[in-house]
């Protein structure tokens, strides 16, 4: 269910809890619900309508975030791989490729070739630095934690970090990851390996973040205060 209250989209999510919980989530400020199987719509609305206020000032600080500008993928625009600040280059050639080089992103396209193409180039990289990482970096939290992932997939997400499958075992990281300071993607992984045990932000959820990852809030914040990417 959505509500749309004083032209704020929530998403309300009904499950198997006690009490309801609000979200205002990165990277965009998507606002979202969730509340008992029990409670009527009424309830829920009366419920969002007293945080407001709070809901207005969380989604104005994602806004005045700062965003990269649309990209054009050409020569002299920067990218960001893994926090650090690149300078873009295109070259022109008869196979596709991205390359580091100094301060420098090298792409090789076909010439003629449009900017969204340039840009699945640009991303197949991305997701290929991002898959190299979490390669290593999972199997490290999993025998932190004992907690164990079915399996793992990257794809591209607007309104959350990562997300998981608790039935399936399965967790997604964001391809936007690869862009943000290596600790970042630490945290996440590990904040979904948590949820596949505690599905809630609960007592017993942060408890383990603190135990496996006492600095998480600081980590936490660091990621939702670097910069963004341009979203229309």
């Not at 990209?71 to 791989?81: A, D, F, I, K, M």
């Not at 873009?88 to 449009?114: C, H, Q």
């Not at 943000?180 to 949820?195: R, S």
Request: net charge positive.
């Amino acid at each position: 269910m959505i509500l749309n209250i004083a032209g704020i989209h929530i998403e309300v999510v009904k499950k198997k809890i006690k009490n309801m919980h609000l979200y205002v989530k990165p990277p965009d400020g998507h606002v979202s619900v969730s509340a008992p199987e029990t409670m009527s719509d009424a309830a829920i609305e009366r419920f969002v309508r007293t945080k407001l206020s709070w809901i207005k000032r969380q989604t104005q600080s994602f806004d005045q975030q700062p965003r990269q500008s649309k990209r054009e993928y050409v020569s002299g625009e920067t990218l960001y791989l893994w926090g650090k600040q690149y300078f873009l280059l295109v070259e022109y050639g008869n196979k596709n490729d991205v390359d580091l080089r100094g301060d420098s992103v090298i792409l090789t396209v076909r010439k003629g070739s449009a900017a969204n193409q340039r840009g699945n180039v640009i991303n197949e990289w991305y997701r290929k630095r991002l898959k190299e990482e979490i390669t290593k970096i999972l199997p490290k939290w999993e025998e932190k934690t004992g907690i164990t992932a079915t399996e793992w997939k990257v794809r591209y997400m607007t309104s959350r970090w990562g997300s998981c499958n608790v039935e399936t075992g399965t967790i997604w990281l964001n391809l936007q990851l690869a862009k943000k300071t290596p600790e970042c993607l630490e945290y996440i992984i590990l904040h979904e390996l948590v949820h596949l045990v505690e599905k809630n932000h609960n007592e017993a959820f942060l408890s383990l973040l603190d135990l496996h990852m006492p600095m998480w809030r600081e980590i936490k914040a660091k990621l939702n205060s670097q910069t963004l990417d341009f979203m229309e």
